[in-house]
């Protein structure tokens, strides 16, 4: 699941609606819509994430949360590191091969950590 999906799911689930309500509103099929949420279709279009966020008619803020999570929310990623510290093609590689076997405390831990160091060095 998608960072954007997850976000879906959780406002439909606060909102009672279902997959084919809110697909249905959005002139897209259930199949997409379970997709997206599932993270088996890609970041979708700028168009749709303005027809979600008037679905749901939220505030500003959660409007450019949804706006964000959607820019995160490629499920298939690739990392160019030619040029780069041989480390990061290391950290690439390292993190493809095991990222599906981490507990999703560990993501949350390594995702902070990478927050962290990167706000250290100015990202």
């Known amino acids: 699941m998608t960072p954007l999906g997850a976000k879906i799911r959780e406002l439909r689930a606060k909102r009672g609606v279902s997959l084919k309500e809110m697909a249905g509103a959005l002139s897209v099929s259930s199949a997409y819509l379970s997709a997206l949420e599932h993270g088996k279709r890609g970041k979708p279009t700028w168009f749709l994430v303005q027809r979600i966020i008037t679905y749901f008619n ?6 450019e ?31 493809a091969a095991k990222i599906g076997g981490l507990s999703p405390e560990s993501l949350a831990h390594l995702l902070h950590q990478l927050r962290v160091v990167a706000a250290k060095d100015g990202i």
């Open 58 to 63: 939220v505030i500003w803020d959660e409007a």
């Open 65 to 95: 949360e949804i706006q964000r999570l959607a820019e995160l929310s490629d499920p298939k990623v690739t990392i160019d590191t030619a040029g780069m510290d041989p480390r990061a093609t290391e950290l690439s590689n390292q993190l």
